[in-house]
């Protein structure tokens, strides 16, 4: 059994064998029965549509069975039970855990007292590997190649794990890194990469004729500090006009106000394509975390 907490944990070899694995269980009727015998919990402690709703018709399409809860406030959570003394009761339950929390770290606690696999559906403004995982997905499906990109990221890029685990991992991979927003929520620190190049800018229209991928985040107000009260620009399709052909124009969603409908009708949205990429994804990842591939 493996743990998926962190990204950091994973060799590129490793990463490239689940976009791989990704690949061959893309498409609609990707079915299996590897995990048959196996119970997935979903414990989710904070909203979710889209990573809960993914990891469950993943499981279910492995042949798995699916417990959980998708508001804590239905768990002992709310009697005061610790998420340690909650992770060594499910762990008796099912053969994985997939876990989201709002505390930074919360996943690798869970991982360490747990005997079944720990999988980080997003740990506070930590990190979120499984996002991630489909961002490079979709990334290499249309560019045919993570390595030396320039990706832009813009919006509320300080207090977004999606954000900060794809710059970490894209790191990884050379290329350059603009961070687009207003000085409250421009990252505390740049991604400390020897190979990579970061630039802050406050206008996208200072950079996005150069961009490979533009990766658009919501503010992510649940997480600012008391009275934080700050815009972010706007992606509309005119702010694209100068972009190329090629852009990868990416958001984790939910979207609220960042993001203007008439960017959906552009060939560089690739959005939704991050939805459906998610299924495969996540399939690979739970195969990999229960030994099936
Ligand atoms: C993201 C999250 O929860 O971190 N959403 C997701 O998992 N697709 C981003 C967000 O909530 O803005």
């Known amino acids: 059994m493996s743990n998926f907490v962190s990204l950091r944990d994973l060799d590129l070899a490793t990463i490239d064998s689940l976009l791989d694995e990704s690949e061959q269980l893309l498409g609609k009727g990707a079915r299996g029965d590897e995990l048959a015998s196996s119970i997935v919990a979903n414990l989710f402690f904070e909203p979710s549509t889209r990573t809960r709703l993914s990891f469950e018709t993943a499981a279910l399409r492995l042949g798995a069975q699916v417990i959980g809860f998708a508001d804590a406030r239905t768990s002992s959570d709310a009697k005061g039970e610790t998420l340690s003394d909650t992770i060594r009761v499910v762990e008796h339950y099912a053969d994985a855990i997939v876990l989201r929390h709002p505390t930074e770290g919360a996943a690798a606690l869970a991982a360490e007292v747990c005997a079944v696999p720990i999988i980080n559906a997003g740990d506070g403004a930590n990190e979120h590997p499984t996002q991630t995982l489909i961002d490079l997905f979709t990334i290499r499906r249309r560019l045919g190649t993570l390595s ?33 927003a207003p000085q409250d929520l421009q990252p505390e620190g740049l991604i400390d990469a020897p190979n990579v190049v970061s630039d802050r800018v406050d206008k996208l229209s200072d950079v996005i004729s150069s961009l490979d991928v533009l990766y658009v985040q919501r503010p992510q107000k649940e997480r600012w500090p008391d009275g ?54 996540r399939m690979a990842v739970l195969k990999w975390c229960l030994d099936q591939v």
């Open 148 to 180: 030396d990109l320039r990706i832009g990221f813009i919006g509320d890029v300080r207090y977004s794990r999606s954000v900060r685990s794809l710059a970490q991992m894209m790191s990884q991979f050379g290329g350059s890194q603009v961070w687009i």
């Open 228 to 281: 934080l009260d700050v815009e972010i620009e706007v992606v509309d399709a005119a702010a694209l006009n100068t972009a190329k052909d090629s852009l990868v124009i990416m958001n984790p969603l939910p979207r609220t106000y960042e993001l203007a409908t008439d960017v959906d009708l552009l060939p560089q949205a690739a959005y939704f394509e991050q939805v459906a990429n998610s299924v495969p994804v």
